[in-house]
T-cell receptor
């Protein structure tokens, strides 16, 4: 059972455009929602994270929007660059500090 | 800070061999370490959680006798894949978390690609 659903599976964006990746969850006990960036052959790197008592968090070109009532959250990458091309995973943390990952979004930014 | 080192980065070995993968936290004490498995183009699936000095907690469907986890110190956890077979070929990734409070993030290693011939 996939605890965190992520879409789209793949995304192609022009350089300078906005990349948007969406995630949804069911378990209201989740208390922390990080986004990870993974390059081929590497482990995931923490990009940005949010807690459910905040509706938006921005760090540089990356913004998380969080809708607690809808149990949805999204990652926006502004001014997308070719170097942003990677696989992005959303995740949610459960009570045992376990992370449940989404299925990933492969982002390609075209120059 | 918060660097997690995983070794080796790649292993190729024959079927029936046991393989040990090390996960080290280089600049912090990891009270909890996690082991994940990732198949190509798929998400990370948690295999087990280990706390320093205690037995690992395995996720449903993960054979504890097949995947031996040891977390003997605050900076080192090992995963041993015993009698590995081709279906065990995968990308294994560890992560580490410091402290006992829940607001500490997990920091990931760069993974180990295991190929069983």
């Amino acid at each position: 059972q996939q605890q965190v659903k992520q879409s789209p599976q793949s995304l192609i964006v022009q350089k300078g455009g906005i990349s948007i990746i969406n995630c949804a969850y069911e378990n209201t006990a989740f208390d922390y929602f990080p986004w990870y960036q993974q390059f081929p052959g590497k482990g995931p790197a923490l990009l940005i994270a949010i807690r459910p008592d905040v509706s938006e968090k921005k760090e540089g070109r990356f913004t998380i929007s969080f809708n607690k009532s809808a149990k949805q959250f999204s990652l926006h990458i502004m001014d997308s660059q070719p170097g942003d091309s990677a696989t992005y995973f959303c995740a949610a943390r459960g009570g045992a500090n376990n992370l449940f990952f989404g299925t990933g979004t492969r982002l390609t930014v075209i120059p | 800070g918060a660097v997690v080192s995983q070794h080796p980065s790649r292993v190729i070995c024959k079927s029936g061999t046991s393989v040990k993968i090390e996960c080290r936290s280089l600049d912090f004490q990891a009270t909890t370490m996690f082991w994940y498995r990732q198949f190509p183009k798929q998400s990370l699936m948690l295999m087990a959680t280990s706390n320093e000095g205690s037995k690992a907690t395995y996720e449903q469907g993960v054979e504890k006798d097949k995947f031996l986890i040891n977390h003997a110190s605050l900076t080192l956890s090992t995963l041993t894949v015993t009698s590995a077979h081709p279906e065990d070929s995968s990308f294994y990734i560890c992560s580490a978390k410091s402290g006992t409070v829940s607001n500490q993030p997990q920091h990931f290693g760069d993974g180990t690609r295991l190929s069983i011939l």
